[in-house]
């Protein structure tokens, strides 16, 4: 198993910035891919960011530009840092680790909200 703790929600004003944390623990090994998701009220999740174990970034259109996912080896941890932040960014974000493809492990969301 993982266990995955994100961190850095919070209230913002339009144009801001947040960083995003998510610390992992636990099984952590023969993981394939890290992201980030996001669901907002009454919307589907979605996407946000994503880095594979070989390094490449793939980013939701939404976002590009604007957010930059990245992670800390030594740590395990894994980073999205959010500029320029917008109101329809306001959502719960998650983190997500992927085993071989086949198993995903959640973590239990923050909430990020842009409001002047």
């Known amino acids: 198993q993982v266990q995955l703790v994100e961190s850095g929600g919070g209230l913002v004003q339009p144009g801001g910035s947040l960083r995003l944390s998510c610390a992992a623990s636990?099984?952590?090994?023969?993981?394939?891919?890290r992201g980030w998701y996001r669901q907002a009220p009454g919307k589907q999740r979605e996407l946000v960011a994503e880095?594979?174990?070989?390094?490449?970034?793939n980013y939701a259109d939404s976002v590009k530009g604007r957010f930059t996912i990245s992670r800390e080896n030594a740590k395990d941890t894994l980073y999205l840092q959010m500029n320029s932040l917008k109101p329809e960014d306001t959502a719960v974000y998650y983190c997500?680790?992927?085993?071989?493809?086949?198993?995903?492990?959640w973590g239990q969301g923050t909430q990020v909200t842009v409001s002047s």
């Open positions: 997500r680790y992927t085993r071989l493809r086949i198993y995903y492990y």
């Open positions: 880095i594979t174990s070989g390094g490449h970034t």
């Open positions: 636990g099984s952590i090994f023969s993981i394939t891919a």
